[in-house]
């Protein structure tokens, strides 16, 4: 009789666990800021290997930065940000094209497990001619003529007119005199004669 006393082992592994990590949007306000009284910006966020809701960033008054994390991303994502909304701004003010730097990688963040990867979207304000929006074109501003050259209401023109019209006056009343003496002279003459 023939007995098989060997033994199979057969040893199981564990499966890899996945692994995850963040990205996170920096906002920056730069430029003429004071136009700036609050207000939210929406992003597209675009990943490799993960969907990813909207995301927005609400940046108070009297400030010019805020940043949101988006966690749960599988390690070895790439991602792409984009700016799909903006706050407001005052009259005479307008926002310029936004700018997104990915610290280094070409134009995109990779995630890593345990890590945050981090994008910078940067938004500069420019201020344009008061009351105006930058960019567009100011409505030309018309100068009224210098009040002496109005005639009527003008206090220059009324003054000289005034002597004009003294001297004027002054002229007929000189002429009148001088056609009016003679009459009594020639009278005189005709008496003499007669």
Same mark, same amino acid.
């Given at each position: ?6 033994? =199979? ?14 990205? %996170? ?7 003429s800021?004071?136009?700036?009284? #609050?207000? *939210? ?7 490799? #290997? ?8 609400r ?6 930065? /805020? ?9 070895? =994502? ?6 799909? /909304?903006? *706050? ?15 610290? #280094? ?8 497990? &345990? *890590?945050? *990867?981090k ?21 030309? %501003? ?10 009527? /209401? ?10 004009l ?14 056609l009016?003496?003679? =009459?009594? =002279?020639?009278?005189?003459?005709? &008496?003499?004669?007669?």
């Amino acid at each position: 009789q023939v007995t098989d006393t060997a033994q =199979a082992t057969v040893t199981v592994g564990t499966p890899p666990q996945p692994q995850y990590g963040s990205l %996170q949007i920096d906002k920056t306000l730069t430029g003429s800021t004071g136009g700036f009284s #609050g207000g *939210a910006f929406t992003f597209g966020v675009t990943c490799v #290997g993960a969907q990813v809701a909207p995301q927005t960033i609400r940046i108070p008054a009297g400030s010019t930065t /805020g940043s949101v994390t988006i966690g749960g991303l599988p390690a070895g =994502a790439s991602c792409t940000v984009s700016e799909t /909304g903006k *706050a407001s701004l005052a009259t005479g003010y307008a926002w310029g094209n936004p700018t997104v730097g990915y610290g #280094g990688t070409a134009g995109r963040a990779t995630i890593a497990a &345990n *890590a945050t *990867a981090k994008v910078a979207v940067e938004n500069p304000v420019t201020a344009g001619p008061k009351g105006t929006v930058a960019g567009e074109t100011a409505t030309p %501003q018309v100068t009224p003529p210098a009040t002496d050259s109005l005639v009527p /209401g003008g206090t220059s023109n009324d003054a000289s007119n005034g002597l004009l019209i003294l001297l004027a006056a002054m002229g007929a009343i000189v002429l009148m005199l001088g056609l009016v003496r003679p =009459a009594p =002279a020639r009278a005189r003459r005709r &008496n003499r004669r007669g």
